[in-house]
């Protein structure tokens, strides 16, 4: 509950007293409304005083508890900017993206110059995909304040949501170029060279963040990310250990922990950091997965099923969730189970590289060697450097009778090999 003889206070102490809160109250019964007109000073005041209460509530994620008092500032004086673009921030956090822009579009409407009822106006759009409009209000915001670096980054994310890696990349290196010190353009810029997999120049803009907030548990887990895309599995265990060490209820760092002890074949300890991921959110699906994964590597094959079934029941149509389950029902003795599974994987993505290794091994240990290779050159159409795809290659080609085909498939399996280290 909001205190709210602190608010009358607060209220009162803004603009000389009682008294004139009392008058108000006296005007507002004669007149039905109150004249704004007599009291404009301090019903502007009055609503400042509410609004910048309301603030630390939203500020605080609380924002149930600063929407009332949004509505309140409005009320007191329907023309000031700030509580529409205040309540507008936190309609968004509820997802209710097109009350924002009523809001943002008020606030705009009342100060065709406030500079951050733009900046959020194009994040709401964005969040819509409506990228051309949410593209025209960064524009805005870029003539508006164009030394900001703030600016280039809302519009990098713009970008970057819209997947225009090159255009995002130039505004958030535009953003760092204005100051070096900027912890939210490197971690976006980072995070965008995450989802490349460009993981050195991840790590890079994650290293120079981290100086500046060496325990933001965030850039922690994203450091953990780019270390064990580098195959750094020991540097990654650290970073994801040092999380733990600061919040030690973390799920996320659990997961990156199974994943990278189970890299380096440390299975026991990737199960107990899976188990301790899924017990703190049983709903986390990569953790199910991860550990679903890790038991098909201790043999405890029905264990592992089990896992792929509790992640579709969340989600039916998981595709990586059918292709693992389509391994493990294979190695638990099902293939034709187990083919179902990647069958009904690739129908709802025929580019999963994963289901169509695990379909093609499937099929060339039951003595479908020509089905099979139609899966293997696809797999290396999508991705050339899978080195183990190669050996397998080679063993369908010489169970169709080309050996000189096998060969070459073998030493490109070697040569991969060698590269990846």
Known sequence: MIPLEQISLKIAASFGGIFVMVLLALAGRFFGYIPYAIFESELR?????????????RENGECQLAVPLYDVSIALDPRFSFPYNNRGICSSKFRDEWGAIRDFDTAIALDPNYAHAYQNRALAYASLARFDQALAEAKKLLELAPAEAQSYVIRGFVYDDARNDTNALADYTTAIAIDPTYEVALLDRARLFLRREEWSRALIDLNDALKLRPNDLGLL????????????FDEAIADYQRMLSINPWRPDAYNGLGVAFNNIHQYQSAQFAFDRAVALAPRRITAIEGRGMNEIALHNYDDAIADFERALELDPRREPSLSNRCLAQYLAGDWKAGLEDCNRALEIEPDDKEALN??????LNTGQAALAMSDLDKSLALDPQQSTIYYHRAAARRALGDEAGARADTELAEHWSRKSG
Do not use: H
Request: glycine content about 6%; charged content about 15%.
């Open 221 to 232: 887990f994203d450091r953990g990310k780019a270390y064990a895309g580098l195959l750094q």
């Open 358 to 363: 695990n379909r093609s091994f499937i099929l």
């Open 45 to 57: 005041a009055t609503a400042y005083a509410v609004n910048e209460y309301a603030n630390p509530y």
